[in-house]
């Protein structure tokens, strides 16, 4: 079908949040008028959700985890209502919560009253209790309190390229790896989108502190 724009501007404007293109066709497939289109700032539904809670801030309610009692911070792309439903601070309370409402409705663990079953020192794999500090230190309270004080911080706006909202990960400027120390220091946090988070890490493998403005050509 070939659609007559005669009337039309051909310009097109950029989507403020995720820079996509602004489609000139409504949804239903009628084009969109000059002074309609030149309102429009976003792309979609989605972007104008994340443009609205950007412009009209409402405060969140103080919600805190009934597993350990730590304050649950809002999540990038929570609402009020999201928000308000949450129950607890992370996914290692979540499975204990689940655990506990299984156990709750006569749920039990699959070796419970079982013979044979060998655990700890005793079992023939053990290795010393050797366990994954870094990441058992990842899923802590702790770790996802720094990385949503980074995100508030920053105005959940990646640092390189702007993006507001999206999947964002809290990147570590100094790397942890060298300097273990500092991975719940919120100075160390930068916020960035996920494609930013990659392309440093891929450009840059031998130092041990990240320059995004050196790393990331824009």
Not at 79 to 100: E, F, M, W
Request: net charge positive.
């Amino acid at each position: 079908m070939v659609h007559i724009m005669s009337a039309m501007s051909n310009e097109y404007k950029s989507c403020i949040i995720c820079r996509k293109t602004i489609s000139r066709t409504s949804e239903y497939g009628n084009e969109i008028t000059n002074k309609r289109y030149e309102r429009k700032q976003t792309c979609s539904k989605s972007c104008a959700a994340i443009l609205s809670r950007k412009l009209h801030p409402k405060p969140f309610l103080d919600k805190f985890c009934e597993i350990c009692d730590s304050k649950i911070f809002p999540a990038p792309s929570d609402n009020q209502s999201r928000h308000s439903n949450k129950r607890v601070c992370s996914r290692k309370c979540v499975g204990i919560l689940t655990n506990q409402e299984r156990i709750s409705k006569g749920w039990k663990p699959w070796n419970t009253g079982k013979t044979g079953i060998v655990s700890g020192a005793k079992n023939p794999n053990w290795k010393g209790g050797i366990s994954d500090k870094m990441n058992l230190l990842r899923q802590s309270n702790e770790y996802v309190k720094w990385r949503n004080l980074v995100f508030v911080r920053d105005e959940y706006t990646c640092q390189n390229c702007k993006q507001l909202g999206g999947t964002l990960h809290a990147h570590h400027k100094a790397l942890v790896r060298f300097y273990p120390e500092l991975i719940v220091n919120v100075d160390n946090g930068l916020t960035l989108c996920k494609s930013c988070h990659h392309k440093i890490h891929a450009n840059n493998t031998n130092s041990d502190y990240v320059d995004i403005e050196v790393v990331i050509k824009k």
